[in-house]
């Protein structure tokens, strides 16, 4: 992976001309999306030898949601929450030449990525040997690649196509004197020394000319257009979704450099022990108590009070009762730092370079993207943020390069929850690695098949009757 980056303002800037629409549309680029096209699926590596329970699958979700009985107005509140480990699947697919935006002098020619994503918790159930899987996520949208951008200057033919020209006006001769034919520049008022006013067009002021009234030009000039201001986008990347539940997201966002190098070289770099205890990046907000304020080294078990019946005498002000359940999790300590995955998967990988991208819904700056909910989400759990983060990955593997997606995506729902009638923002968190199909290991690749594909497992005919291949730990009933 090379040659990334994001448009300037010292960049040289490209005129577009009719007669090359259809090879610059053909030319569209797609910057770090294109690296992007293919279909990617869960990838399973537990690479962390001190959490007790292997991993079933390559992701982890958290997610936390009003409890049954409660509404809107209700303290103080209750909340349900879940941890599950998921597979999926992630399709891009480049759409085919660039998608025009006209903006006047400035033209943006977009590399549009359609996405489709699919995703099935995995889950161990009481009494049943087989793991169960269930459908839980379908969205679909596109990212756009937002740095084809173009001067389109005016042309006498796009003039006198467009919008025709008034060849004279009888407003311009009685009011300021102008016997010209159409007017395509300003007319400036200047003074004599007697203070007798007069108009004269702006190409014939002299230098240093005092000026006191502007009469903007009517029509355009050929050439028009040329001069800027030219158009730097905000963000080099967007991306639209539909997710079934009732939202609608755009994110906007770039790569991010370090230094002056977009592609970065080694692994990304995730913490250790106490400094990974960050409210950034915790299923506990900052506005569900913090887990009773103290610091918690997750590389190490969970503090013993996690297990312990929690009272008004050892929880006062109940914020470790708040959190609890969610540090007692059998998922633990993903269930608290979900990203700690990521990391965890990365531990044990020849990492040599990646592309870093970051977007979100909310901007501090500048340009917004935003979230629409539909009516029910809107009054009982308000979606109002989603940020997201994409490491794409080159790892060495037996001497081979493969190429790897890792995300966390963080959506906040926000709820009256406090005891204090405060409202309370509850993170969503969803983590994963993927890699293309035939980079996954085989046991995991019949699991991600049947489940996606519709591949059946293996049978052995015994009679009439087709039976699943014996010690397959994966076969459904």
């Given at each position: 992976?090379?040659?990334?980056?994001?448009?300037?303002?010292?960049?040289?800037v490209?005129?577009?001309?009719?007669?090359?629409?259809?090879?610059?549309?053909?030319?569209?680029?797609?910057?770090?999306?294109?690296?992007?096209?293919?279909?990617?699926?869960?990838?399973?590596?537990?690479?962390?030898?001190?959490?007790?329970e292997?991993?079933?699958?390559?992701?982890?979700?958290?997610?936390?949601?009003?409890?049954?009985?409660?509404n809107?107005?209700?303290?103080?509140?209750?909340f349900?929450?879940?941890c599950?480990?998921y597979?999926?699947?992630?399709?891009?697919?480049?759409?085919?030449?660039g998608?025009?935006?006209?903006?006047?002098?400035?033209?943006?020619?977009?590399?549009?990525?359609?996405?489709?994503?699919?995703?099935?918790?995995?889950?161990?159930?009481?009494?049943?040997?087989?793991?169960?899987?269930?459908?839980?996520?379908?969205?679909?949208?596109?990212?756009?690649?937002?740095?084809?951008?173009?001067?389109?200057?005016?042309?006498?033919?796009?003039?006198?196509?467009?919008?025709?020209?008034?060849a004279?006006?009888?407003?311009?001769?009685?009011?300021y004197?102008?016997?010209?034919?159409?007017r395509?520049?300003?007319?400036?008022?200047?003074?004599?020394?007697?203070?007798?006013?007069?108009?004269?067009?702006?190409?014939?002021?002299?230098e240093?000319?005092?000026?006191?009234?502007?009469?903007?030009?009517?029509?355009?000039?050929?050439?028009?257009?040329?001069?800027?201001p030219?158009?730097?986008?905000?963000?080099?990347?967007?991306?639209?979704?539909?997710?079934?539940?009732?939202s609608?997201?755009?994110?906007?966002?770039?790569?991010?450099?370090?230094?002056?190098?977009?592609?970065?070289?080694?692994?990304?770099?995730?913490?250790?022990?106490?400094?990974?205890?960050?409210?950034?990046?915790?299923?506990?907000?900052?506005?569900?108590?913090?887990?009773?304020?103290?610091?918690?080294?997750?590389?190490?078990?969970?503090?013993?009070?996690?297990?312990?019946?929690?009272?008004?005498?050892?929880?006062?002000?109940?914020?470790?009762?708040?959190?609890?359940?969610?540090?007692?999790?059998?998922?633990?300590?993903?269930?608290?730092?979900p990203?700690?995955?990521?990391?965890?998967?990365?531990?044990?990988?020849?990492?040599?370079?990646?592309?870093?991208?970051?977007?979100?819904?909310?901007?501090?700056?500048?340009?917004?993207?935003?979230?629409?909910?539909?009516?029910?989400?809107?009054?009982f759990?308000?979606?109002?943020?989603?940020?997201?983060?994409?490491?794409?990955?080159?790892?060495?593997?037996?001497?081979?390069?493969?190429?790897?997606?890792?995300?966390?995506?963080?959506?906040?729902?926000?709820?009256?929850?406090g005891?204090?009638?405060?409202?309370?923002?509850?993170?969503?968190?969803?983590?994963?690695t993927?890699?293309?199909?035939?980079?996954?290991?085989?046991?995991?690749?019949?699991v991600?098949?049947?489940?996606f594909?519709?591949k059946?497992?293996?049978?052995?005919?015994?009679?009439?009757?087709a039976?699943?291949?014996?010690?397959?730990?994966?076969?459904?009933?």
């Amino acid at each position: 992976m090379s040659g990334y980056s994001k448009l300037l303002i010292d960049d040289p800037v490209m005129p577009f001309r009719e007669e090359n629409l259809q090879e610059i549309a053909g030319n569209v680029d797609y910057g770090v999306l294109e690296a992007l096209d293919g279909t990617w699926v869960s990838y399973n590596a537990n690479y962390n030898k001190n959490v007790g329970e292997a991993s079933l699958a390559g992701g982890i979700h958290t997610t936390i949601m009003p409890s049954p009985g409660t509404n809107s107005g209700t303290i103080p509140g209750k909340f349900s929450f879940d941890c599950e480990e998921y597979i999926e699947k992630l399709t891009f697919s480049l759409v085919p030449g660039g998608v025009r935006n006209r903006g006047g002098a400035s033209e943006l020619f977009c590399g549009a990525v359609k996405y489709e994503q699919t995703i099935k918790s995995v889950n161990k159930e009481a009494g049943q040997q087989n793991l169960q899987y269930e459908s839980i996520h379908e969205e679909n949208g596109m990212y756009l690649w937002l740095s084809n951008v173009y001067n389109h200057a005016a042309t006498k033919e796009s003039i006198e196509k467009d919008r025709g020209i008034h060849a004279f006006s009888d407003e311009d001769f009685e009011k300021y004197g102008y016997k010209g034919e159409y007017r395509d520049e300003p007319l400036v008022q200047v003074k004599d020394e007697n203070g007798t006013p007069s108009y004269i067009l702006l190409s014939d002021l002299k230098e240093g000319q005092e000026y006191f009234e502007i009469i903007p030009a009517q029509e355009l000039k050929p050439g028009d257009g040329i001069k800027g201001p030219y158009f730097i986008p905000d963000y080099s990347i967007s991306r639209s979704g539909v997710i079934p539940h009732g939202s609608t997201i755009t994110l906007l966002g770039d790569i991010a450099p370090n230094g002056n190098h977009y592609l970065i070289n080694g692994a990304p770099q995730f913490p250790y022990g106490l400094p990974a205890w960050q409210t950034d990046h915790l299923s506990i907000s900052k506005t569900m108590g913090g887990a009773g304020h103290e610091p918690i080294n997750l590389d190490l078990p969970a503090p013993e009070w996690v297990h312990e019946t929690l009272t008004d005498k050892n929880d006062e002000g109940s914020n470790k009762i708040y959190t609890q359940r969610i540090l007692a999790d059998h998922l633990y300590p993903y269930s608290v730092r979900p990203d700690l995955r990521l990391r965890d998967t990365l531990s044990g990988q020849n990492v040599s370079n990646y592309v870093f991208v970051q977007m979100s819904s909310k901007m501090k700056t500048g340009a917004q993207g935003g979230i629409l909910n539909v009516p029910f989400v809107n009054r009982f759990v308000p979606t109002v943020e989603v940020d997201f983060r994409l490491w794409i990955e080159t790892v060495i593997e037996d001497g081979k390069e493969i190429i790897q997606l890792q995300y966390e995506q963080i959506v906040f729902f926000e709820f009256d929850f406090g005891n204090d009638g405060g409202t309370t923002s509850w993170p969503h968190i969803q983590v994963n690695t993927l890699r293309r199909l035939e980079d996954i290991p085989e046991d995991q690749r019949k699991v991600i098949e049947e489940q996606f594909f519709d591949k059946k497992p293996d049978t052995i005919a015994t009679g009439d009757t087709a039976n699943p291949a014996a010690g397959c730990p994966y076969h459904k009933e």
